[in-house]
């Protein structure tokens, strides 16, 4: 009896040893799947990486570090190993032809420093699998070094899953290769992230107003709400954007970067003491890295600061941080006034002193605009109508300052 106890002891350990080295090994397999070591070596490293992967789609970014001496124009080609198509690329020009593919450099990005590097980005459609290419040439050379990162299994937000009205997964950023992509940075409390719902009028879709969505770091077509999910409310820069899109070429971009928090008094964005500050930053990178140029502030705060005298100065503080902080140069800084009625209507008198404090400043009036109906507890709030008519009012603003 005993001997058969321990041959089934014996047994329930085999089997359980096995199923532990099985396990070790998916899981070996599963790293080496996710991200791909270095092949070989040479003038460049190739970075393929996965951003999201929706299961017929998927958006990914491409990184050339130069590892030898400087280059002026380049090109990268590669071979899909399965039905992969490029449906969008930015950053850059392309051709494919079956799985061949060959990227080009534009005239803004085609020169790389030794140990610099430059990005671009695209979405693609399959059916299948998506394997990363690992055949990548650059400058008509194969001795680069190539990294592939696939997309995390994490769930993440994919084009779909936006509040838009259609299910095409959305391309992100560019609708023209040989376009300019103009960023806009929307700071503020509650009046920028918006208070009155969305109506079906501001939820048309135009391909070339992007968004960084607010929540997941992805771009989308610029619909709203821009900032907080939990209202679907309308802002000034929906209206901003389809104002200010009519102003440039036909094959130029817009980019919205929302960085707004409702309630916040203007120290949460600072830069000393502020908790919000190295957000708004490592957001405005994220457009840079896009390919996309800041041209412009639109800012919208005060309420939680009203009658606050050193305001201006803490506004000129964070303006003057982020220009240099993000290498803007004194791009235009538009801010807007607060309603003319309600507990804050006196704080305007500070909102109009930032043009003498802060560096090509322009303020925008609240003249005729009233409070949201629905904004029975704080009576602070524009309206739907004010807020459409402040957003084309920060737009006209802000083409006169560009001189567009």
């Known amino acids: 009896m005993k001997k058969n106890f321990y041959n089934k002891s014996f047994k329930k350990l085999i089997i359980a040893i096995s199923v532990a080295l099985i396990i070790v090994l998916m899981s070996v397999i599963c790293i080496i799947n996710i991200s791909a070591a270095p092949v070989t070596s040479g003038n460049f490293t190739v970075d393929y990486s996965v951003q999201s992967d929706w299961g017929n789609g998927a958006s990914i970014n491409v ?13 990268v080609s590669w071979s899909f190993s399965g039905n992969q198509k490029i449906t969008d690329l930015w950053n850059a020009t392309y051709t494919q032809s079956g799985s061949s593919v060959t990227v080009n450099s534009l005239n803004r990005n085609e020169s790389i420093p030794s140990n610099g590097s430059v990005s671009f980005g695209m979405n693609i459609s399959y059916s299948g699998t998506n394997a990363s290419p690992s055949n990548f040439s650059v400058n008509s050379s194969s001795s680069t070094q190539i990294t592939t990162t696939a997309a995390s299994s994490t769930p993440v937000v994919t084009p779909t899953k936006v509040p838009t009205s259609s299910s095409t997964p959305v391309p992100s950023p560019t609708t023209s290769s040989k376009g300019k992509f103009h960023c806009f940075l929307l700071l503020g409390q509650s009046n920028m992230a918006g208070y009155p719902k969305a109506q079906d009028s501001d939820k048309v879709q135009n391909e070339r107003i992007r968004v960084l969505d607010y929540n ?11 900032h907080e999910t939990w209202q679907g409310a309308i802002g000034p820069g929906d209206w901003f954007s389809k104002t200010i899109i009519n102003n440039i070429p036909a094959g130029d971009t817009i980019g919205l970067i929302p960085c707004a928090i409702s309630g916040e008094k203007i120290e949460t964005f600072m830069k000393s003491g502020g908790s919000k500050y190295s957000w708004i930053i490592s957001r405005s990178q994220l457009a840079q890295q896009a390919g996309g140029v800041i041209d412009g502030i639109i800012f919208h705060q005060g309420e939680s600061n009203n009658g606050d005298s050193s305001w201006p100065g803490k506004v000129n503080t964070l303006v003057t941080d982020l220009r240099t902080d993000l290498k803007l140069g004194n791009v235009p800084f538009i801010a807007g006034e607060l309603l003319y009625s309600g507990s804050c209507a006196g704080h305007n008198k500070l909102v109009n002193q930032l043009p003498s404090v802060v560096k090509n400043c322009y303020v925008v009036s609240a003249s005729g605009l009233v409070v949201d109906p629905a904004d029975t507890q704080y009576k602070l709030h524009f309206g739907h109508d004010s807020q459409v008519t402040l957003g084309k009012r920060y737009a006209e603003k802000m083409i006169g300052a560009l001189g567009w």
């Open 216 to 226: 997941s770091n992805q771009w989308r077509v610029a619909v709203p709400p821009l």
């Open 63 to 75: 990184t050339l570090k130069n590892n030898g001496p400087a280059v002026n124009g380049w090109n």
